[in-house]
């Protein structure tokens, strides 16, 4: 696996991986296209902000149910969205299972109001949560990226990582079966359409993750989208590694179409791959170069990573200015997104 070999010796692979860095995909036709993913620097701790729920409200009150179709070939009872946006408000939903996933991560399990229902998420977006605690002066208000598919019924995943001093993630922890959660949204990121870029680069910390392994479900259930991706995901420990085992089963269905770069800050004697926080020529190595046409830089994590990497947001609406490694590189501001 590239992944796993990478930096045993980075300097004579450094020329073949800027070349396929830059290689044009392949057409619809082929189905050798490169899938890269970029994503880095270990999670630091979150901090609070202020998001904003963008979906347009239907008029008339309440918004109806909205039905989707069934693949073909699939169940014939068209699925029921559960998060419609708009004026729909807070629904509350079951705690229905909980899996430990390392020492400070869970999965969580939420069912939906029905079997038959599914979240009504587009990509790539996000839902928001709502928890008070009975000495809290005002409710813990906390954006999440599902890490189950769109087209999943009856429950929605969450993968959650404590933090010190997190409220939200740690009330999460603390969540036990049969317990209920209030949940808004969907909160609409960047709108993904298949072939829409040849070639993304998706740069993240810690939970920054999920958002950017939800472009990848996107990208690799459709046949047709050809999208070039490239993976640099930095952590504390190897431990701290999320959705490793899903990325690695992408290496291995895709090994011409998806290549993984990892790097600790603490590695163990046998780790072979990169060391330390992302740098800038890590970046040059693995990225495509700036002119090349019609690609797209996203990054998503702990301030620390943005400031590193790109420049922070001003506010949900207002992506900021670029700053950091990818404006010394070359990048503009149109070939950036900040989630």
């Given at each position: ?12 692979l ?21 899938f ?20 347009q409200?239907?008029t008339g ?12 070939g699939?169940?014939?009872k068209?699925?029921?969205s559960?998060?419609?946006g ?7 939903l ?18 939906l ?35 189950s598919?769109e ?34 949204g ?33 990208i690799?259930?459709?046949p047709?989208?050809?999208t070039?991706v ?11 590694i ?12 895709y ?20 060391t330390?926080?992302i740098t ?33 947001k ?23 997104y900040?989630?």
């Amino acid at each position: 696996m590239f992944a796993r070999s990478a930096f045993r010796s980075f300097q004579p692979l450094k020329n073949s991986v800027r070349r396929y860095a830059n290689q044009a995909p392949a057409g619809v036709a082929s189905s050798a296209t490169t899938f890269y993913v970029l994503v880095g620097v270990a999670v630091v701790g979150g901090g609070a902000g202020v998001y904003y729920l963008t979906s347009q409200a239907p008029t008339g009150g309440r918004p109806l149910p909205a039905a989707r179709s069934p693949p073909s070939g699939g169940d014939s009872k068209p699925s029921i969205s559960t998060f419609l946006g708009g004026d729909q408000g807070w629904l509350d939903l079951k705690l229905e299972s909980v899996e430990q996933i390392n020492h400070n991560t869970k999965k969580l399990r939420f069912a939906l109001p029905n079997k038959d229902n599914v979240s009504g998420l587009q990509v790539a977006s996000a839902l928001l949560t709502k928890y008070q605690g009975p000495e809290d002066e005002k409710p813990t208000i906390r954006p999440y990226t599902p890490t189950s598919d769109e087209d999943d019924k009856g429950h929605i995943d969450f993968v959650v990582k404590k933090y010190p001093n997190g409220p939200m993630s740690t009330h999460l922890h603390e969540m036990k079966p049969d317990q209920r959660l209030e949940f808004k949204g969907p909160i609409p990121k960047y709108p993904w359409q298949p072939n829409k870029h040849t070639h993304i680069a998706l740069i993240a910390g810690g939970t920054g993750i999920t958002p950017m392994y939800q472009l990848c479900r996107a990208i690799f259930k459709n046949p047709d989208d050809k999208t070039k991706v490239t993976l640099v995901f930095g952590n504390i420990k190897e431990e701290d590694i999320l959705l490793k085992h899903e990325f690695q089963e992408l290496e291995n269905q895709y090994p011409q179409r998806f290549r993984a770069f990892y790097t600790l800050d603490t590695p163990s004697e046998s780790w072979t791959q990169s060391t330390g926080h992302i740098t800038q020529e890590l970046l040059k190595t693995v990225l495509p170069e700036p002119k090349t046409e019609n690609i797209k830089l996203f990054v998503c994590g702990p301030p620390g990573l943005y400031k590193a990497i790109s420049g922070t947001k001003n506010s949900p609406t207002d992506q900021g200015e670029l700053s950091g490694h990818l404006k010394a590189l070359g990048y503009s501001q149109d070939q950036v997104y900040k989630f």
